[in-house]
């Protein structure tokens, strides 16, 4: 399975480290705020509410990213979530019929919603290795930190 391609602007952001061209005819959506989803559970809420003014500060969220984030924010909660099933459980295997042990299935969940956690984050240009690649444009001399996350999560 080949790794999807990296949206053009981490790409920028990163200094184009390989050097190839960049598309010169990609579409560039507005860098409008999408807005959250109804369907997104408390937590994945919380988490796209943590997420959304550093995804504008570093430009990778456009009106168009929203139903990415969605998924990554609802990965996040699943997460969460089947881990602490797993923990009240206090194992993560049960015993079949003939007495055989195998994993319980929210094992085989949580590891699936770690995978996802990983795809929709690498879209996002979140995660360890994302943030080590991307530079920050710094804030203007005049303009105080807090102005400068204003500046960026203003709807446009």
Known sequence: MSNPAKPTALRVLEGNRGKRPLPKNEPKPRPITP???????????????????????IGTLTIVDGDVLACYAMAYADVVELTADIEAEGRSYSFGLNGAQAPRPEVGMLNRAKDDLRRFGAELGVGAASRTKVEVKKPDAGQTPLEAVRQATRRR
Not at 35 to 56: G, K, T, V
Request: charged share 35%; proline share 22%; net charge negative.
């Open 35 to 57: 807005d959250p989803p109804p369907y997104l559970s408390p937590l994945a809420r919380r988490r796209w509410d943590e997420l959304l003014p550093e995804l504008e500060i």
